[in-house]
């Protein structure tokens, strides 16, 4: 297995790179930049030992690289700043959906990274032999390699799926919406994640625009399927800020819905905060137009983006949706119980619905119940899953389906955005 270091102190790269050779390992090290890309670029590595501070550029930077050329390998994530530091260097990987396989505070024991370097292994579930041959993962790296093109295709050859994870009031558990996550069964690379492939089709107007109007499409579909079954709850589908570039996507979006046959209630869109903050003049007229043709539209991702507030006050939306980052923290963090119980209280002086993400727990259900959310949705309740499998689950759900409360009256500015 191969193991690349980047660190701008060269002692310090070899330390690592020693211990990882004494694990067999092989080890390559760079300082600076350039050196450190090359490296990846030439043959992706199983795992890169990161470090935040690197002199003219930092570790963000290169995350943001290895988005940009899909490393899929795992990462370790080092610094001498304070744990603050190192986790909020995480959260942005993760949120990139990189592999964070473990953080390390400078300076570093031989014992600590060695344990790291055996944890990674087990990852794998596979011993190095410290040969070239020996990275699996490297070579699987290159052969993931995705085009705009592949994913355009997939669309076109029915590979693409709709999974349906619950929506649930706080107030008695019952079922008012569901949240549609794409994914990509690939016949040759398996299912894969939209992290795997959505940003790889958002730089192609074309072929984004193919992806949210099936997803939008699909959507409208399972829930003329669910209202069959007596469970007409929405469904919420996800869709890109390359959408909201172009001023007709309202217009588009509606006349899917009547071609659907769906009701107004019937599809709500998800925008996470940073796709909304691109570029405001125009998505505050898109989303204005989505409002008036009767879309709910819901602020995903609330608090991860860099200027919330102006989101919020700019922008007609009609849910907050309180990030999981924060979620799974609140019992935990002060920080995070603190933010959280704000934005809960924030979105009720604005007349928001508040969703929480990343419920895992019964203690976090009822201390987010305790503090006034309005909806829960997590692996609590249910992960994802493909359409018969939540007709399933929704059909054993104890607590039953929750009507919306405005079903077939008029919608005012702040009706809510889930049920």
Known sequence: MRLVVLDDDEPITDFMATV?????????????????RALVRAMPPDAILLDLQLGETDGIAQLHFLHSVNYTGAIVLMSGFDSRVLASAQHIGESLGLRIAALIEKP??????????????????????????????????????????????????????????????????????????????????????????????????????????????????????????????????????????????????AALRERMAVPDHAIGLEITESVAMEDLDVTESVLTRLRLKGFSVA????????????????????????????????????????????????????GLESVAEGVENADAARLLTELGIDHLQGYYFSPPRPFDSFVTWLDGWPRGVTPHPNRGQPRSATSIATG
């Not at 990882?20 to 450190?36: S, Y």
């Open 20 to 36: 990882a050779r004494e694990c067999g390992w092989e080890a390559e090290t760079a300082t600076d930049e350039l050196a450190f």
């Open 108 to 253: 570093a024991r031989w014992a600590e990274i060695r344990d790291v370097i055996r944890a990674i292994e087990r990852s794998f579930g596979s011993k190095p032999t410290g040969t070239a041959e020996a990275a699996p993962h490297a070579v699987q790296a290159r052969a993931d390699l995705i085009s705009a093109q592949d994913v355009g295709e997939a669309i076109d050859a029915g590979q693409m799926e709709l999974h349906l994870q619950p929506i649930v009031a706080a107030a008695g558990h019952g079922v008012t919406s569901a949240e549609a996550l794409i994914r990509w069964r690939d016949p040759v690379r398996g299912l894969l994640p939209p992290g795997r492939f959505v940003s790889v089709a958002e730089t192609d107007d074309r072929v984004i625009d193919q992806m949210t109007m099936w997803a939008v499409q699909t959507g409208a579909a399972q829930y003329r399927r669910l209202a069959q079954l007596g469970s007409a709850i929405r469904i919420f589908v996800n869709i890109s800020g390359r959408n909201l570039q172009s001023l007709d996507f309202p217009d588009r979006m």
């Open 299 to 350: 602020l995903d991702d609330f608090g991860t983006g860099h200027s919330s507030l102006t989101a919020l006050r700019r922008m007609p939306f009609s849910a907050i949706k309180i990030d999981k980052s924060f979620v799974s923290e609140l019992q935990t963090s002060s920080d995070s119980f603190t933010i959280v119980k704000s934005v809960i209280q924030l979105a009720r002086d604005m």
